[in-house]
């Protein structure tokens, strides 16, 4: 009986340890294998921030080696604009040399209708006091007077409307004002010489008697 008891006591504290070593071993079990899985994640972070690193290491070259042009392709941009720059300098050069030539040439041409108004205004005078237009004489002078004028109006000389037009100090020189109670306000009743344009220049202003 009491061999059995201490059979059966010793029994029970063997079970007893091995529950202990049991439990000791998933213990460690269990830290190994936590262990084990933040190395892992460590070891993923360390990947990520290597492969991160790397993807900006390349982006970076990429960037300095498309900054980092060839010097021929520099060259050429270089000559390019330069080229550029000159054809628009030429072509506002142009364009101004016209205007300048085409500002002159209408100066000179007004200055020479100027000089020859007199001509055709002694023209007129004569050919007034022509007693008969049917002699041969007035009638050549008559027919040369024809001419200058056709001539003028080619080259875009125009006679001035004066009488029954309203006074414009643009294109009319008043001498004379008159009180005429058939006229209307400002207008021109009476021209003492004619007046010219040269295309849209004034060449000589009309000379005019204007009413009220």
């Known amino acids: 009986m009491e061999n059995t008891e201490k059979d059966l006591t010793e029994e029970i504290c063997r079970e007893a340890d091995t529950a202990e070593a049991e439990a000791t071993i998933g213990s460690d079990k269990d830290g190994a294998s936590g262990s084990q899985g933040t190395e ?4 993923v972070k360390e990947e990520g921030a290597a ?7 390349e982006v970076k070259e990429k960037k300095f080696f498309k900054k980092k042009k060839d010097k021929k392709d520099e060259k050429i941009e270089e000559l390019t604009d330069r080229l ?5 300098e030429f072509d506002n050069f142009r364009k101004r040399t016209e205007k300048e030539k085409s500002g002159m040439y209408a100066i000179g041409a007004k200055d020479v209708v100027e000089q020859i108004l007199p001509i055709i205004d002694n023209f007129e005078r004569g050919l007034a006091v022509a007693p008969d237009l049917k002699d041969p004489f007035a009638d050549g002078m008559h027919m040369i007077y024809k001419q ?15 009488v029954g037009k ?3 100090p643009n294109l009319h020189n008043a001498v004379m004002h008159v009180e005429d109670e058939d006229a209307g306000e400002n207008i021109i009743v009476e021209e003492f010489q004619k007046g010219y344009l040269y295309k849209d220049a004034v060449v000589r202003h009309s000379m005019v008697k204007v009413a009220n």
Not at 40 to 43: I, M, S, V
Not at 51 to 57: G, P, R, V
């Open 51 to 57: 492969e991160d690193a790397e993807s900006e290491k």
């Open 166 to 168: 309203e006074f414009d």
């Open 40 to 43: 892992k994640e460590a070891d």
């Open 84 to 88: 550029q720059r000159q054809m628009a």
């Open 148 to 162: 200058l004028l056709g001539t003028l109006e080619d080259l875009g000389v125009t006679v001035i409307e004066a």
